[in-house]
């Protein structure tokens, strides 16, 4: 089993910027692949972030590209989304989610088999 916590969400105003952390825990194997999603009101979730632990490989969704940050830190067990130059359309609760890499589809929701509970992030204008 895997357990993951986020933690870092607040709120800011557009421009600014916040550090997201999810602490892993539990069987390693299952969670060599994570990535952060999202989840706007009366909006579905949304893939924005997400790294290969073995080769630190990252991938972003468009619309965070060249703001956010995914990487990792092994000996912590944690991985950190930092999130630049917010929007007021990047509120939203963030999750991080984690799965074996074999046949996990990078930003695919439904590919991820561990969740954390989240974390609020909203961006005022």
């Known amino acids: 089993q895997v357990q993951l916590v986020e933690s870092g969400g607040g709120s800011v105003q557009a421009g600014g910027s916040l550090r997201l952390s999810c602490a892993a825990s539990?069987?390693?194997?299952?969670?060599?692949?994570m990535g952060w999603f999202r989840q706007g009101p009366a909006k579905e979730r949304e893939g924005v972030a997400h790294?290969?632990?073995?080769?630190?490989?990252?991938i972003y969704a468009d619309s965070v590209k060249g703001r956010f940050t995914i990487y990792q830190d092994s000996a912590k067990n944690t991985v950190y989304l930092e999130m630049t130059r917010l929007k007021p359309e990047d509120t939203g609760r963030y999750y991080c989610?984690?799965?074996?890499?074999?046949?996990?589809?990078?930003?695919?929701?439904?590919?991820?088999?561990?969740w954390g509970q989240g974390t609020q992030v909203t961006v005022s204008s």
């Open positions: 989610a984690a799965n074996r890499c074999l046949g996990l589809t990078p930003l695919s929701a439904n590919t991820y088999r561990y």
């Open positions: 790294i290969y632990g073995t080769s630190g490989t990252t």
């Open positions: 539990g069987d390693t194997v299952p969670r060599t692949c």
